[in-house]
C-alpha cells in the first residue's frame, strides 16, 4: 500500500469512532422518534439558526455546521419552512439571496427537542464519563478535525 503502516491502534480508534458516534446518534434519534418529534438534522438546524438571531443565517453558512452537501440542506430548509419553523427572508444586501430565521413555532420546537436531547446528553456522556474525561475527549476529537 504505497509503503504506509497503519497501526492497529489507529484502525481500532477510527472503528471505535465511527462505531460509537453512529450508536449514539442512533439512540438519540430513537428518543426524538419515540417523543414523536423530529431528527437530530431539524435540531441542529433550528438551533444553527436560532442562534443566529433575528437577522437568520444564508443556507450556504449552515452547510459546514450541519454537516450535510447543499442539496440535502436546502431540502431540510424546504422542510422546516412547510413546517412552519422557519421563514425565508429576503436579503437586503442581495435580492437574489434570503436568510433562514426561526419562528416562534421553530423555538418551541426546538425547545421540547432540547429536553429530550438534554437527557440523552445527559445519559449517555455526562453520566459515563466524567468531567476531565468528557474535556479530555473534546480535546482528541478536536485534534481530528
Same mark, same amino acid.
Given at each position: 500500500?504505497?509503503?504506509?503502516?497503519?497501526?492497529?491502534?489507529?484502525?481500532?480508534?477510527?472503528?471505535?469512532?465511527?462505531?460509537?458516534?453512529?450508536?449514539? +446518534?442512533?439512540? /438519540?434519534?430513537?428518543?426524538?422518534?419515540?417523543? !414523536? @418529534?423530529?431528527?437530530?438534522?431539524?435540531?441542529?438546524?433550528?438551533?444553527?439558526?436560532? %442562534?443566529?438571531?433575528?437577522? =437568520? &443565517?444564508?443556507?450556504?453558512? @449552515? +452547510?459546514?455546521?450541519?454537516?450535510?452537501?447543499?442539496?440535502?440542506?436546502?431540502?431540510?430548509?424546504?422542510?422546516?419552512?412547510?413546517?412552519?419553523? +422557519?421563514?425565508?427572508?429576503?436579503?437586503?444586501?442581495?435580492?437574489?439571496?434570503?436568510?433562514?430565521?426561526?419562528?416562534? %413555532? =421553530? %423555538? !418551541?420546537?426546538?425547545?421540547?427537542?432540547? /429536553? &429530550?436531547?438534554?437527557?440523552?446528553?445527559?445519559?449517555?456522556?455526562? %453520566?459515563?464519563?466524567?468531567?476531565?474525561?468528557?474535556?479530555?475527549?473534546?480535546?482528541?476529537?478536536?485534534?481530528?478535525?
Amino acid at each position: 500500500m504505497l509503503g504506509m503502516s497503519i497501526d492497529n491502534e489507529t484502525t481500532q480508534a477510527w472503528q471505535s469512532l465511527h462505531i460509537t458516534s453512529r450508536t449514539l +446518534i442512533e439512540q /438519540v434519534e430513537a428518543a426524538f422518534k419515540k417523543a !414523536d @418529534l423530529p431528527s437530530l438534522s431539524w435540531y441542529d438546524a433550528l438551533w444553527e439558526i436560532e %442562534k443566529a438571531g433575528e437577522d =437568520g &443565517i444564508r443556507p450556504n453558512a @449552515l +452547510i459546514p455546521q450541519l454537516l450535510l452537501p447543499q442539496y440535502q440542506t436546502s431540502r431540510l430548509l424546504d422542510r422546516l419552512v412547510n413546517a412552519d419553523l +422557519i421563514d425565508r427572508v429576503v436579503c437586503d444586501e442581495d435580492r437574489r439571496g434570503c436568510r433562514a430565521v426561526i419562528t416562534p %413555532k =421553530g %423555538k !418551541d420546537m426546538r425547545a421540547r427537542m432540547w /429536553v &429530550i436531547y438534554e437527557k440523552c446528553l445527559d445519559e449517555l456522556m455526562q %453520566k459515563k464519563l466524567g468531567k476531565d474525561e468528557r474535556a479530555t475527549l473534546a480535546q482528541l476529537l478536536n485534534k481530528l478535525r
